[in-house]
C-alpha cells in the first residue's frame, strides 16, 4: 500500500536551513505527484511545493527562492531543502501523494485533496 514518511524536522534558527525527506512506498515517483503542505497553529493547511512525475515543480510565492523540492527515485524519497527559514515558516509539515493530470496541476496542486499523506514533522523557527 501507499504509504509516507517525513523526517528531518527540528529547530532552526531564523536565517538557517533545513531538509526535510518523505520516504515513500508502494508507487512510482513517475506516476504520482508529490507535495509538501505545512500547518501552523490555528491554520488551514498550505501547500508548499510539489513535483510531479515528469519532474516539473511549483512552489508557492511564500517560499519561491528559499525552498527546492527534488527526489531521487532509486531511493523513492523527495526532498525539501528549505533555506532562510523565518519564524513564519513554522509549522508541521506533510508530505501528500496523488495522481493528478498535468492539464489541472498547475491550478490543483496547492490544493489540499490528495489521497495520500504522510503523518507530518515538527519544524520551527526561533531564535
Known amino acids: 500500500q501507499v504509504q509516507l514518511v517525513e523526517s528531518g524536522g527540528g529547530l532552526v534558527q531564523p536565517g538557517g536551513s533545513l531538509r526535510l525527506s518523505c520516504s515513500t512506498s508502494?508507487?512510482?515517483?513517475?506516476?504520482?505527484?508529490v507535495a509538501w503542505f505545512r500547518q501552523a497553529p490555528g491554520k488551514g493547511r498550505e501547500g508548499v511545493s510539489c513535483?510531479?512525475?515528469?519532474?516539473?515543480?511549483f512552489y508557492a510565492d511564500s517560499v519561491k527562492g528559499r525552498f527546492a523540492i527534488s527526489r531521487d527515485n532509486a531511493k523513492n524519497t523527495v526532498y525539501l531543502q528549505m533555506n532562510s527559514l523565518k519564524p513564519g515558516d513554522t509549522a508541521v509539515y506533510y508530505c501528500?501523494?496523488?495522481?493528478?493530470?498535468?492539464?489541472?496541476?498547475?491550478?490543483?496542486?496547492?490544493?489540499?485533496?490528495?489521497?495520500?499523506w504522510g503523518q507530518g514533522t515538527q519544524v520551527t523557527v526561533s531564535s
Open positions: 501528500a501523494a496523488d495522481r493528478i493530470s498535468w492539464r489541472v496541476l498547475p491550478s490543483r496542486w496547492a490544493s489540499d485533496e490528495y489521497d495520500y
Open positions: 508502494g508507487f512510482s515517483l513517475d506516476d504520482y505527484v
Open positions: 513535483i510531479s512525475g515528469n519532474g516539473a515543480t
